[in-house]
């Protein structure tokens, strides 16, 4: 084209084209900085997560470390307790029921006693409640639970189980007291009890044992009469074991049952406590006397002539001592009066130091309703108790009085609910034989282990139990033989 026709370019419009491609350049080179700055913040998290994920995952590690190193002092804590316990009871269960005499014939004779027993234990341990539980559980073992057992080994070499049918007739044939005796004997040589001083410097807590009997619902003896069992207990853990026969009470069979408990474990300078029904002139001879022991009992209608003379006592100058519970939607306070017995009292009752007048004030909160509406309601009810100890002042203060009468209730709390609620004795539906009596005694064995090894929640332990091969050995004390 020739020159003449091309249009000029100004001067002005060649600096605005120039300026715009300078402003392109610089926005690009600020998006590319900003790009950069991007990618290096996206850098920079990345290797701050990074970094977050590896102390994380240190700690973790740390932290599992700890609960391993935790888990392995623990085990090895439980490992102690159990040789230390086994030592003291001289072995391990199955030893105990070897002292257990077997019903059975030589001839025909596949399984152990102890072994058979031993399972039904550990059945138990495993939460096995009723009888058809512990028989399936039985059949279904492992060879490792089987071998710590003490199986009998089948011609395959391997464990073989006892049928359902030989656990039930054996738990039928074996002498309920001689299993109860063994087990009470080996709970006693395990448990360890702080002496009594001599001479007493001042009032102070003794070793305590309390006596009470209990109904075993369900279980009919053959003359068609219920299964009642007296039992004594401290700290949760039955030492002491009896059936009451028909046609008596527990009156009569205390006083054995404590001289058999005194030969295997030395009850002088204990507390013995019982319910009203244990208030006898008899009992409190034995106890003061024969056994060298202190009784701390409670004055009912059964002693009418004590009662009264108690209750006309003038209590103005007693020393005093007060307690407070709130809890389950009830308040109750205890005030607690205690002086030295006079001499009318202590013609009454023999060994008699000291007498107590507790007053109990409940006030219990529940709510109503008519269908419609719901009324909260509160009741007070006022409960005066009398108490007759052989424990002087100088051995026992108004303190350790409401100590012993509040502890005496742990056989109630401790044994029965927890064989009547955990353990659902009240459930169980085996009636005859001698099975109920054995069926509890191995509940008390299970109970008495349990504490005995340190643990106090007797469910959560049998829960952890039934997936802790480790724990549930070392409740039995057995080392398995894998």
């Given at each position: 084209?020739?020159?003449?026709?091309?249009?000029?370019v100004?001067?002005?419009?060649a600096?605005?084209?120039?300026?715009?491609?300078?402003?392109?350049?610089?926005?690009a080179?600020?998006?590319?900085?900003?790009?950069?700055?991007?990618?290096?913040?996206?850098?920079?998290?990345?290797?701050?997560?990074?970094?977050?994920?590896?102390?994380?995952?240190?700690?973790?590690?740390?932290?599992?470390?700890?609960?391993?190193?935790?888990?392995?002092m623990?085990?090895?804590?439980?490992?102690?307790?159990?040789?230390?316990?086994?030592?003291?009871?001289?072995?391990?269960?199955?030893?105990?029921?070897?002292?257990?005499?077997?019903?059975?014939?030589?001839?025909?004779?596949?399984?152990?006693?102890?072994?058979?027993?031993t399972?039904?234990?550990?059945?138990?341990?495993?939460?096995?409640?009723?009888?058809?539980?512990?028989?399936?559980?039985?059949?279904?073992?492992g060879?490792?639970?089987?071998?710590?057992?003490?199986?009998?080994?089948?011609?395959?070499?391997?464990?073989?189980?006892?049928?359902?049918?030989?656990?039930?007739?054996?738990?039928?044939?074996?002498?309920?007291?001689?299993?109860?005796?063994?087990?009470?004997?080996?709970l006693?040589?395990?448990?360890?009890?702080?002496?009594?001083?001599?001479?007493?410097?001042?009032?102070?807590?003794?070793?305590?044992?309390?006596?009470?009997?209990?109904?075993?619902?369900?279980?009919?003896?053959?003359?068609?009469?219920?299964?009642?069992?007296?039992?004594?207990?401290?700290?949760?853990?039955?030492?002491?074991?009896?059936?009451?026969?028909?046609?008596?009470?527990?009156?009569?069979?205390?006083?054995?049952?404590?001289?058999?408990?005194n030969?295997?474990?030395?009850?002088?300078?204990?507390v013995?406590?019982?319910?009203?029904?244990h208030?006898?002139?008899?009992?409190?001879?034995?106890?003061?006397?024969?056994l060298?022991?202190?009784?701390?009992?409670?004055?009912?209608?059964?002693?009418?002539?004590?009662?009264?003379?108690?209750?006309?006592?003038?209590?103005?100058?007693?020393?005093?001592?007060?307690?407070?519970?709130?809890?389950?939607?009830?308040?109750?306070?205890?005030?607690?009066?205690?002086?030295?017995?006079?001499?009318?009292?202590k013609?009454?009752f023999?060994?008699?130091?000291?007498?107590?007048?507790?007053?109990?004030?409940?006030?219990?909160?529940s709510?109503?309703?008519?269908?419609?509406?719901?009324?909260?309601?509160?009741?007070?009810?006022?409960?005066?108790?009398?108490?007759?100890?052989?424990?002087?002042?100088?051995?026992?203060?108004?303190?350790?009085?409401?100590?012993?009468?509040?502890?005496?209730?742990?056989?109630?709390?401790?044994?029965?609910?927890?064989?009547?609620?955990?353990?659902?004795?009240?459930?169980?539906?085996?009636?005859?034989?001698?099975?109920?009596?054995?069926?509890?005694?191995?509940?008390?064995?299970?109970?008495?282990?349990?504490?005995?090894?340190?643990?106090?929640?007797?469910?959560?332990?049998?829960?952890?139990?039934?997936?802790?091969?480790?724990?549930?050995?070392?409740?039995?004390?057995?080392?398995?033989?894998?």
């Open positions: 084209m020739p020159d003449q026709f091309r249009m000029p100004l001067p002005d419009a600096e605005s084209a120039v300026a715009e491609a300078e402003e392109i350049v610089r926005l080179a600020v998006r590319e900085e900003a790009r950069a700055r991007r990618t290096a913040r996206k850098a920079e998290a990345a290797r701050r997560r990074q970094e977050e994920r590896g102390r994380n995952a240190a700690g973790q590690r740390a932290a599992a470390e700890r609960l391993r190193a935790e888990a392995d623990a085990r090895a804590a439980l490992a102690e307790r159990a040789a230390e316990l086994r030592a003291a009871a001289g072995g391990s269960v199955p030893d105990c029921f070897a002292a257990v005499p077997d019903p059975r014939g030589r001839r025909g004779r596949r399984h152990s006693l102890p072994s058979v027993l399972l039904v234990l550990m059945a138990v341990l495993h939460g096995r409640t009723t009888l058809a539980g512990i028989t399936a559980w039985i059949a279904h073992a060879q490792g639970l089987l071998a710590a057992a003490g199986a009998r080994t089948g011609a395959d070499g391997r464990r073989q189980a006892p049928c359902g049918k030989t656990v039930t007739r054996l738990l039928g044939l074996v002498g309920a007291q001689a299993l109860a005796d063994a087990v009470a004997c080996y006693a040589a395990a448990q360890a009890a702080e002496p009594p001083a001599y001479p007493l410097a001042g009032p102070a807590l003794q070793p305590h044992l309390a006596c009470d009997g209990k109904e075993v619902r369900g279980a009919v003896r053959p003359d068609g009469t219920s299964l009642f069992l007296l039992s004594a207990a401290s700290g949760g853990i039955v030492l002491a074991d009896r059936e009451i026969p028909a046609k008596t009470n527990e009156i009569p069979e205390i006083g054995p049952m404590l001289l058999e408990l030969q295997r474990l030395p009850l002088a300078g204990w013995l406590t019982g319910d009203a029904l208030t006898q002139r008899g009992f409190a001879t034995l106890t003061c006397e024969d060298g022991a202190h009784y701390v009992l409670t004055v009912k209608g059964n002693q009418a002539g004590l009662y009264s003379a108690l209750a006309g006592l003038c209590w103005a100058g007693a020393r005093r001592h007060a307690t407070a519970d709130k809890g389950h939607g009830r308040r109750e306070t205890r005030a607690h009066l205690v002086m030295d017995a006079p001499e009318e009292i013609a009454l023999p060994h008699a130091a000291q007498v107590a007048r507790v007053i109990r004030t409940r006030t219990v909160t709510w109503k309703s008519n269908g419609k509406k719901r009324t909260r309601v509160t009741q007070t009810s006022t409960e005066t108790v009398y108490l007759i100890t052989s424990l002087t002042a100088r051995e026992a203060g108004p303190e350790h009085i409401a100590a012993y009468i509040r502890g005496h209730w742990g056989v109630e709390n401790e044994v029965h609910y927890v064989r009547d609620v955990t353990l659902r004795e009240d459930a169980s539906k085996v009636r005859a034989g001698s099975r109920p009596r054995a069926l509890a005694t191995l509940r008390n064995l299970t109970t008495g282990l349990i504490r005995q090894s340190g643990h106090d929640g007797i469910a959560a332990t049998i829960r952890d139990a039934e997936y802790d091969n480790d724990l549930l050995y070392a409740l039995l004390r057995i080392t398995p033989d894998l």
